[in-house]
């Protein structure tokens, strides 16, 4: 029989590592007990999906590019990231009118959106209103969308660097409908890289809190002018 030696103390070191295995081995099961745990040790959700998830994904690369490809092995870590996302900000009914509304969509041609639906539910939970067009958006329906859902911003996520030209077409869209006033931020591996003015955007997050924090800040602006 294999001794497996002594149990190591439960810490957030260990469970950041114990976390990102079971990710990495789509293993959900595992991944939200994991989860649990360092809840239960104090750490806070954000840091779960910037040091956990984002760091599991980030490994991910060599198994996802263009030449190399591994759908299933992907999909698993996908449905575990949905999970432990799921078990940190379960998704209350949309507020009818909540603080504000924000359509939220990955462009054309893109078909990644684990990480736009974690902005999603951070917005959700924060009390904000979120229409979500899924992934595969043209950016016309976004449009019509902020328009239809007077939007006072819209969010893209962009993974995939093809997808750069959409984003460009997003401010011209809007103002095509006389909506100058709606905020456009982006975020996503593909568009974090570039500034706001090479997409022609307002604020490129870097993840999906700091996303949020300049969403409340800009309302906060508002508010205090008024
Ligand atoms: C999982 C994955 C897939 C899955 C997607 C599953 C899904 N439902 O999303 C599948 C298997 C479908 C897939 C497909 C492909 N993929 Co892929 N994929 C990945 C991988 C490994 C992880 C992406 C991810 O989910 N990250 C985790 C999330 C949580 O992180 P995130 O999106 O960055 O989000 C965080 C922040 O950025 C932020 N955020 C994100 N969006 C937004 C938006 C706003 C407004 C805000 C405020 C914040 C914000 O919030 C999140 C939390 O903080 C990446 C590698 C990587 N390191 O990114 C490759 C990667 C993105 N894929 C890549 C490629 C090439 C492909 C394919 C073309 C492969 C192929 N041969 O067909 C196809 C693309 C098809 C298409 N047309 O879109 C390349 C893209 C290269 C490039 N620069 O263009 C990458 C970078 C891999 C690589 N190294 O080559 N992929």
Known sequence: MV????????????????????LLAGDHAAALAETRQLRALGVPPEQIVTAGLEVA??????KCTVEQFNLLEIML????????????????IQP?????????????????DLGKNIVRTVLLGKGFRVVDLG????????????????ARAVLVSGLISTVVPQVRRVRAALRARGLDHVAV?????ALKQLAPADLDV???AETAFDGARYLENLL??????A
């Open 3 to 22: 001794n497996a030696g002594p149990v190591p103390p439960a810490s957030p070191a260990n469970g950041f590592s114990l976390l990102i295995a079971a």
């Open 57 to 62: 994904m980030g490994r991910l690369d060599e």
């Open 77 to 92: 870590v996908g449905r575990a990231v949905s999970v432990v996302v799921h078990e940190l900000y379960p998704e209350g």
């Open 96 to 112: 009818e009118k909540g603080r504000a509304t924000f359509v939220i969509a990955t462009l054309e041609g893109d078909v990644h």
């Open 135 to 150: 992934r595969d958006c043209p950016v016309d329906a976004l449009a019509a969308a902020a328009e239809r859902e007077q």
């Open 185 to 189: 931020v982006a975020g996503g591996a």
């Open 202 to 204: 307002d604020y490129v």
């Open 220 to 225: 906060a602006a508002e508010e205090a002018a």
